[in-house]
């Protein structure tokens, strides 16, 4: 497969659980070589799409290839291909990390020999070469996380899965596991992954994909999705909800989107943040309102849910929190 | 990675022949992995021997000395059998709380995953379990023969019972890891486990003649698979005819696995 090819191609997936839809028609396509984030809230379905492309689910309907196998028909062809971290760390306790990584080597079909020389490596590449020859259970939780993803790459798979591979890891075993993703990348490897972190995706993925309640919402390059949704989000805590209710009418005025409020903060985003703020406080201080906490950041995935869908971030859980309006607007 | 120099050939895809052999292989390397834990965790092989062994004390000593007066050999002699199938029916649940807590902490999700036979993660837990019933037996059979258990007929037929019960565990760990695949949680899972076992250990032969039960449960106990298989495992020790028990017997366990085994893989490749 070369560069620029179709690594993986899905259309029109859907699959749901009772009456519970986890994908509604979901379409994206990933690049050979790159690394494409599902970027979504809890219960979004990104992990329902990710079970799906690698086999462990059957789509109710649509499509979905990787490396030209269709998942349900050539299940078999695309399991040799793939690798796959999990949300969970999926590793056996009782085993030493050494066993598990071997474990997998067997089962992936890997030739004899080659297993246990790549189960070292794998092991000093993560930091366990010391823990190799402990069982699991005495792993910390982020000890284990690492092992999971290593097991994921025992068999040198062309396609790599990680279902929000950082989630519960230390910023060191965080920035270590990105670093290894990037070199991946750079022999080739294909990545989906999946996160709720944008500033996750924007490191990571070349392209990305919001996902909400199974479908894709918004796709592109990060620097166009954050053209799209503002750069900078500026946040101003008044100290009392009246003064925060005169701040929001000033600022109704000029902001490109009508400002957020939420109790005494107001939310505005811009594409020229320090511009934008000094002209926000410019007009907040000739009405004599003083902001008593200031807050300038990159937007969190929170942010670009609500420009996107008017709601917030939260996981789907009941009828009544689909239909309650968004929190900014009580 | 690429400062690494270790070159690693294409994993190959399996046909025909090569797909049976794959097939065994990864079952012994799951069965491999069901074992290490047996030996990593010692307290779960310590718990299943400690069962039967309290049921072999408590019913010689304790209830044994009411019921003897209606046999015709001495009661460790009639209790044995029944002590060599209950064990593999209480062992059963290990199948099932295995499978569960795969389940639950996403291994399974992992194997399922990985281009392995659909079949080994089944068969190597029930092969697993097969062989910690093959250790639990014999250090039962240890604990027997101490309190006067002894066999009338030879050493052959003996095993040959054991052989048979051996059978019956493993097909009854078809329908436990059905079960703990259906429930997904260990705890669950055992709680799940114990109103199928009770009535098919209780009300059987495997302590006490059925007899004296009341004619309604003697319908039952005279024909579920716990009873036949225990007085098929006494005619083979204790002597008398053995063909009808052994052949109705077999009869069950081959039933047991055409109905467990087919329901039991397709939960498994529908779990999650």
């Known amino acids: 497969m070369a560069k620029g090819d179709s690594a993986i191609t899905v259309e029109g997936l859907t699959k749901r659980f009772g009456s519970v839809v986890a994908l509604d028609g979901i379409d994206f396509g990933v690049t050979t070589g790159t690394v494409f984030g599902l970027l979504g809230p809890n219960g979004a379905g990104k992990t329902t799409a990710i079970r799906v492309l690698t086999t462990i689910l059957t789509p109710d309907g649509g499509r979905a290839e990787v490396l030209g196998h269709d998942v349900v028909r050539e299940a078999e062809a695309v399991r040799y291909r793939i690798g796959l971290a999990g949300q969970f760390a999926a590793v056996d306790p009782n085993l030493t990390g050494h066993e598990n990584l071997r474990l997998v080597g067997r089962l992936a079909q890997m030739p004899r020999g080659s297993i246990r020389p790549r189960s070292e490596e794998l092991l000093e590449r993560f930091g366990l070469a010391d823990a190799a020859d402990r069982p699991v259970r005495?792993?910390?939780?982020?000890?284990?996380?690492?092992?999971?993803?290593?097991?994921?790459?025992?068999?040198?798979?062309?396609?790599?899965?990680?279902?929000?591979?950082?989630?519960?890891?230390?910023?060191?075993?965080?920035?270590?596991?990105?670093?290894?993703?990037?070199?991946?990348?750079?022999?080739?490897?294909?990545?989906?992954?999946?996160?709720?972190?944008?500033?996750?995706?924007?490191?990571?993925?070349?392209?990305?994909?919001?996902?909400?309640?199974?479908?894709?919402?918004?796709?592109?390059?990060?620097?166009?999705?954050?053209?799209?949704?503002?750069?900078?989000?500026?946040?101003?805590?008044?100290?009392?909800?009246?003064?925060?209710?005169?701040?929001?009418?000033?600022?109704?005025?000029?902001?490109?989107?009508?400002?957020?409020?939420?109790?005494?903060?107001?939310?505005?985003?811009?594409?020229?943040?320090?511009?934008?703020?000094?002209?926000?406080?410019?007009?907040?201080?000739?009405q004599g309102l003083a902001p008593a906490t200031l807050g300038v950041r990159e937007p969190s995935l929170d942010d670009v849910f609500l420009t996107l869908t008017g709601r917030h971030a939260e996981p789907v859980a009941s009828p009544e929190k689909q239909a309650a309006p968004i929190r900014g607007a009580r | 990675m690429s400062q690494t120099a270790i070159a690693i050939p294409p994993p190959t895809e399996r046909h025909g022949l090569r797909r049976l052999g794959g097939a065994v292989s990864d079952t012994i390397a799951m069965a491999g992995r069901n074992l290490i834990t047996y030996r990593r965790v010692p307290q779960l092989l310590v718990f299943s021997t400690i069962q039967p062994v309290i049921f072999v004390l408590l019913f010689r000593y304790v209830f044994g000395g009411a019921v003897s007066s209606s046999l015709s050999v001495p009661y460790v002699d009639y209790l044995m059998p029944g002590i060599f199938v209950q064990l593999t029916v209480f062992g059963a649940i290990g199948t099932a709380i295995g499978l569960a807590t795969d389940l639950k902490s996403g291994l399974l999700e992992r194997f399922r995953s990985l281009p392995m036979a659909r079949s080994g993660v089944l068969a190597g837990r029930t092969i697993a379990d097969l062989a910690r019933n093959v250790f639990v037996m014999a250090l039962v059979s240890v604990v027997g023969f101490a309190v006067g258990f002894r066999v009338h007929t030879n050493a052959l037929l003996f095993l040959a019972g054991i052989a048979l019960v051996l059978m019956f565990a493993y097909a009854l760990s078809w329908v436990f890891a059905f079960v703990g695949l259906a429930v997904g949680d260990p705890e669950t899972a055992q709680a799940a486990a114990f109103p199928i076992i009770a009535p098919l250990v209780f009300a059987s032969s495997a302590f006490v003649p059925v007899e004296t039960m009341p004619g309604w449960l003697q319908a039952f106990a005279d024909y579920q698979p716990v009873s036949v298989t225990a007085s098929a495992v006494r005619a083979l020790v204790l002597g008398g005819p053995t063909t009808s028990y052994v052949l109705q017997s077999l009869a069950w366990i081959a039933g047991i696995i055409i109905l467990s085994a087919p329901i039991a893989v397709r939960r498994y490749r529908r779990a999650l």
């Open chain 1, 138 to 286: 005495t792993y910390s939780g982020g000890m284990r996380r690492r092992l999971d993803v290593a097991a994921a790459l025992v068999q040198r798979p062309p396609v790599l899965f990680l279902d929000e591979p950082t989630t519960g890891l230390d910023l060191h075993s965080r920035n270590a596991l990105w670093a290894m993703i990037r070199e991946l990348v750079a022999d080739g490897t294909t990545v989906l992954l999946t996160t709720q972190y944008l500033e996750e995706a924007d490191r990571l993925a070349h392209r990305i994909a919001v996902v909400d309640v199974g479908r894709v919402i918004a796709e592109g390059t990060p620097s166009e999705l954050k053209a799209r949704l503002g750069h900078t989000v500026i946040e101003i805590g008044m100290s009392q909800e009246a003064d925060a209710l005169r701040a929001q009418a000033v600022l109704s005025g000029f902001a490109s989107g009508s400002p957020d409020r939420e109790g005494t903060t107001i939310r505005l985003a811009s594409g020229d943040g320090p511009r934008f703020l000094m002209e926000v406080l410019r007009s907040l201080d000739a």
